[in-house]
């Protein structure tokens, strides 16, 4: 059975991609282009997945999940966030339910 490939394979990846050339990697295309542009992409990839979530069939949802996934590590790479640190705030978050992490964050506005 091959071995199961996770989001920590895809960040090890994307971060070895963010290295190479441009010539070679679409990752260090987009980095290049700067935040801005990673964050546009990311928001295109999520409108794409909302939308085949409504409207498509699931291999279609699964794909457009991926790409997803994909941007948003590239977009934590060129802000220099890694996903340890966003699952050590996902770590924080189980501690309460989402009703009421949603009151506190009110209550600090």
């Given at each position: ?11 090890k990846?994307?971060?070895a991609r963010?290295?190479?050339?441009a010539?070679?990697?679409?990752t ?8 801005g ?5 990311l928001?295109e ?7 085949a ?9 699964v794909?457009?999940a991926s ?6 590590l590239?977009?934590?790479k060129?802000r220099?966030v890694?996903?340890k640190?966003?699952?050590a705030?996902?770590g924080k978050r189980?501690k ?7 009151a ?6």
């Amino acid at each position: 059975m091959p071995k199961r490939f996770t989001l920590n394979d895809l960040e090890k990846r994307v971060h070895a991609r963010a290295m190479a050339s441009a010539k070679e990697s679409y990752t260090r295309v987009l980095i290049d282009k700067g935040i801005g542009a990673c964050a546009k992409k990311l928001n295109e990839e999520a409108f794409e997945t909302g939308l085949a979530a409504v409207q498509e069939r699931k291999n279609r949802v699964v794909a457009e999940a991926s790409d997803l996934l994909y941007h948003l590590l590239v977009v934590l790479k060129a802000r220099d966030v890694t996903l340890k640190e966003v699952e050590a705030e996902l770590g924080k978050r189980t501690k309460q339910s989402g009703l009421q992490e949603k009151a506190l964050r009110k209550k600090r506005r």
